[in-house]
């Protein structure tokens, strides 16, 4: 590939539980705060894990044009659309500005589930002597909700909302893979501008673990049951690490080819040099990702013709499960060695489908800032996850390429290098 049609990184945005856009994001992240939380609704449910990475003020009206389509959005494609509109903003992208056939979204997503306030007067109505009746349903429990409920929370609608937003009529698709979907979207992004249907891609993802409704059904299984401080609970590698935590948010990306960058003067952030996706069956079935994290890195290493000596940094993918953990510190060890590793879950937790998103988005602003930023909640080092983790401060990068990671629950594993501009 020539450098012209090298693909770059040209902007980013994020609604996260450590700040929403850039400087609130980076800030947070080189100083690892945190955003695990009480979680409002949960606090006084019987739910035995009350917290979360929770984004606590967020106003829609702020990002979403028309204001209208706010009716239609679930808080899920609210934060997609937001991240999306801060993306392009930093990007420099006016309206206008790039051909409409030439601009495609693909967006990571998941099933979005419908809200408990919105359900409740519907199966109050299927109410018979105090058991709910499936049978009056369709006369009864379908008349108490909105005729567009199901349009607030369709997985492919983020993709639509931004593509009629910024009138982008190029490829258009969405991926709902778990934590994997915001990285598999990248996967495609990248293929679209490599076949040449486009010349600019806003990627990103949004996911909601903290939902009432998936978390009955899914309960607190791997979930960490830390007693303390909520901010105190995900601590990835950590010999004291006890499960995951769940959070929520959104991240987007700008990816356009050097090219076409470089012709409307905009600024590079950093350069995507591969993507590569394995995949573990075992990991479908309540196993670990075995030896896919070491066959995705090497393939991506392989892509982006880059020798495992000169990687700077690896964002892990860093769950905070006991197994999970220690077969991925497996990988890095076997693959790249002593290389510096950061675990941004550590501050957030695990935001579904926008978690490979959000954290190649920090990989990015790494990069810029020349720092790896700091692990949280790393102290107790654990002789199972053989990896130097960078914790306590941020340490000065002294290569410019970063690695990163990331896995869904049913076994698509996925690692991407990037480098400095």
Same mark, same amino acid.
């Given at each position: 590939?020539?450098?012209?049609?090298?693909?770059?990184?040209?902007?980013?945005?994020?609604?996260t539980?450590?700040?929403?856009?850039?400087?609130?994001?980076?800030?947070?992240?080189?100083?690892?705060?945190?955003?695990?939380?009480a979680?409002?609704?949960?606090?006084?449910?019987?739910?035995?894990?009350?917290?979360?990475?929770?984004?606590?003020?967020?106003?829609?009206?702020?990002?979403?044009?028309?204001?209208?389509?706010l009716?239609?959005?679930?808080?899920?494609?609210?934060f997609?659309?937001?991240?999306?509109?801060?993306?392009?903003?930093?990007?420099?992208?006016?309206p206008?500005g790039?051909?409409?056939?030439?601009?495609?979204?693909?967006?990571?997503s998941?099933?979005?589930?419908?809200?408990?306030?919105?359900?409740?007067?519907?199966?109050?109505?299927?109410l018979?002597?105090g058991?709910?009746d499936?049978?009056?349903?369709?006369s009864?429990?379908?008349?108490?909700?909105?005729?567009?409920?199901?349009?607030?929370?369709?997985?492919?609608?983020?993709?639509?909302?931004?593509?009629?937003?910024?009138?982008?009529?190029?490829?258009?698709?969405?991926?709902?893979?778990?934590?994997?979907?915001?990285?598999?979207?990248l996967i495609e992004?990248?293929?679209?501008?490599?076949?040449?249907?486009?010349?600019?891609?806003l990627?990103?993802?949004?996911?909601?673990?903290?939902?009432?409704?998936?978390?009955?059904?899914?309960?607190?299984?791997?979930?960490?049951?830390?007693?303390?401080?909520?901010?105190?609970?995900?601590?990835?590698?950590?010999?004291?690490?006890?499960?995951?935590?769940?959070?929520? *948010? $959104?991240? !987007?990306?700008?990816? &356009? =080819?050097?090219?076409?960058?470089? @012709?409307?003067? +905009?600024?590079?952030?950093?350069?995507?040099?591969?993507?590569?996706?394995?995949?573990?069956?075992?990991?479908?079935?309540?196993?670990?990702?075995?030896?896919?994290?070491?066959?995705?890195?090497?393939?991506?290493?392989?892509?982006a013709?880059?020798?495992?000596?000169?990687?700077?940094?690896?964002?892990?993918?860093?769950?905070?499960?006991?197994?999970?953990d220690?077969?991925?510190?497996?990988?890095?060890r076997?693959?790249?060695?002593?290389?510096?590793?950061?675990?941004?879950?550590?501050?957030?937790?695990?935001? *579904? $489908?926008? !978690?490979?998103?959000? &954290? =190649?988005?920090a990989?990015?602003? @790494?990069?810029? +800032?020349?720092?790896?930023?700091?692990?949280?909640?790393?102290s107790?080092?654990?002789?199972?996850?053989?990896?130097?983790?960078?914790?306590?401060?941020?340490?000065?990068?002294?290569?410019?390429?970063?690695?990163?990671?990331g896995?869904?629950?049913?076994?698509?594993?996925?690692a991407?290098?990037l480098?400095?501009?």
């Open positions: 590939m020539s450098d012209r049609n090298e693909l770059v990184i040209t902007g980013v945005g994020m609604v539980p450590i700040g929403i856009g850039r400087e609130a994001f980076w800030r947070s992240l080189r100083s690892a705060a945190s955003g695990v939380r979680v409002p609704y949960l606090e006084n449910t019987r739910f035995p894990v009350p917290f979360g990475g929770y984004v606590p003020e967020f106003d829609g009206k702020l990002y979403v044009q028309p204001r209208k389509a009716k239609v959005m679930c808080r899920e494609i609210q997609g659309f937001a991240a999306a509109t801060l993306a392009a903003a930093d990007a420099g992208l006016k206008g790039i051909p409409s056939d030439r601009m495609g979204v693909v967006y990571g998941e099933m979005y589930y419908g809200e408990i306030p919105e359900l409740e007067p519907a199966y109050r109505k299927c018979v002597d058991q709910f499936f049978g009056v349903w369709g009864e429990g379908m008349r108490e909700l909105n005729p567009l409920w199901m349009l607030k929370y369709l997985p492919n609608m983020i993709a639509c909302h931004v593509a009629i937003s910024f009138d982008a009529r190029g490829p258009n698709n969405s991926f709902t893979l778990g934590e994997a979907s915001s990285l598999m979207a992004g990248c293929n679209v501008l490599r076949r040449g249907h486009a010349d600019v891609m990627i990103g993802g949004s996911g909601n673990r903290l939902n009432i409704t998936p978390l009955m059904y899914r309960h607190a299984l791997r979930l960490s049951h830390h007693a303390g401080d909520p901010a105190d609970a995900c601590r990835p590698f950590d010999a004291r690490r006890d499960g995951s935590v769940n959070g929520e *948010g $959104a991240g !987007a990306l700008v990816l &356009e =080819t050097r090219g076409h960058a470089e @012709a409307r003067g +905009a600024r590079i952030l950093a350069r995507l040099k591969s993507a590569v996706c394995t995949f573990e069956p075992s990991a479908f079935h309540g196993g670990t990702h075995s030896h896919a994290f070491e066959r995705a890195i090497r393939g991506a290493l392989a892509e013709q880059l020798a495992p000596d000169a990687v700077g940094f690896v964002k892990a993918n860093g769950l905070g499960t006991v197994d999970d220690a077969c991925e510190a497996a990988a890095i076997t693959t790249v060695g002593d290389t510096p590793v950061t675990a941004p879950k550590s501050l957030f937790g695990n935001l *579904g $489908a926008a !978690a490979g998103i959000v &954290e =190649t988005i990989a990015v602003m @790494a990069l810029e +800032a020349g720092e790896i930023p700091p692990t949280r909640n790393y107790q080092p654990d002789p199972n996850c053989p990896v130097r983790v960078v914790h306590s401060e941020p340490q000065p990068l002294t290569r410019n390429s970063g690695l990163v990671l896995a869904s629950g049913t076994g698509q594993t996925i991407a290098v480098e400095a501009a």
